[in-house]
């Protein structure tokens, strides 16, 4: 399944000559990546060899392989032989590995880190669990609501702050002829993107959390407000009506043709939006709105991260490469490649790309960072909280059988 990279032939040739003059050989570093993408994986091989040559005294294993792949076998790859450093995603779904023993606490690394002390604020409570810190992410990336400029410059329509006054846009959109969001959920996930903007935005961060750890029922009259919002929505911010047979990709379409104004989204799908034959005149960028007043504004921004397996064999060789992945240099130039986000607020960004200078603005002043319904809640959860949002989507009346369904799979699954 995964394909091996060595690192080894510096590492090599000074353990050789350390052996000749009576010094000891190198010592090892084996380390699991989970993504084959040409831009990620050119990423992290290219850290890692920067990483070799700051460490020539460490001789690198790298291994990676497909994501999905690595979804299915990480569990028996952390209780068998463990690598010493492996890719996961922080959040609610670091939290079976770390309640099994099978992470190791890094707090101390956190705490004696100038970086991590410093530089992580804002995405240290998604890393956290038990007051305790589990590893170091080396990118994200925001989401919000992407939108046609030029169609609201045309209708004087300004970027709204607040709930009414996106209502207010839709309503005028809709008039003009314009479908207000476009969203495809033939893959499901993308309508979770806008459920958990609606719960953030109604019911804050604590309440996404604990509904996503199965500690509040989906028929909480807090969630139900969740719904009230979204029916709103859909009655007066119209999604385009054949959503359940496109995909993410398919739905760029009325978004690039001027069908439909507004799509929230992540930032991966900029380029998309490029290629489809929009330019940067045309495309923007705002978070999206308070619900209610005064709450704290948290954010989707799904994260990428290292730990360290409990049965690590080089914990120390292990938290070096951490604390190198988790410096603003090495942080700017990763994210800069792949187009996305450093996590150290201290790195650079590429200021040549509005959406990753808006982007970091946004993440950086968030209250909380979510890290996405699919990843926040166990798998099987996830699959039937998707399935519910499309089927209310498409069919507002199946709210109470949605929601009193979904208690009945949270308690098999929690």
Known sequence: ???????????????????????????????????????????????VGAFTQAHPDINVTANNGDREAHKSTIRNALQNDAPDVITWYPGNRMGPFVDAGLFMDISDLWSSDENLSGSFNAIKPTMSRNGKQWGVPYSFYQWGVYYRKDIYDKLSLTEPKTWDELLTNCDTLTEAGVTPFTIGTKFLWTAAGVFDYLNLRTNGYDVHNDLTAGKIKYTDDRIRATFANWEEMLDRCSFIKTHATMSWQDAISPFANGDAAMYVMGNFSVGQYKEAGLTDEQIDFFQFPEITPGLARAE????????????????????????????????????????????????????????????????????????FYDRDAPAAMAKAGMEGFQRFMLDPSTLDEVLEGLDKVQAEVY
């Open 1 to 47: 399944m995964f394909k091996r990279f060595k690192f080894g032939k510096a590492a090599l040739a000074v353990a050789i000559g350390s052996l000749m003059s009576g010094a000891v050989l190198a010592s090892e570093l084996v380390i699991t990546f989970d993504d084959l993408n040409p831009d990620k994986k050119a990423a992290f091989e290219a850290a």
């Open 300 to 371: 989707e921004a799904p994260a990428d991260a290292f730990f360290i397996p409990a049965n690590a064999k080089n914990v120390e060789n292990a938290k070096k490469f951490l604390a190198f992945v988790a410096t603003p240099e090495v942080q700017g130039t990763w994210n800069k490649a792949i187009g996305q986000l450093p996590p150290n607020s201290d790195a650079e960004v590429n200021t040549d790309d509005k959406f990753i200078v808006e982007g970091m603005e946004t993440l950086s002043t968030a209250s909380g960072l979510a890290q």
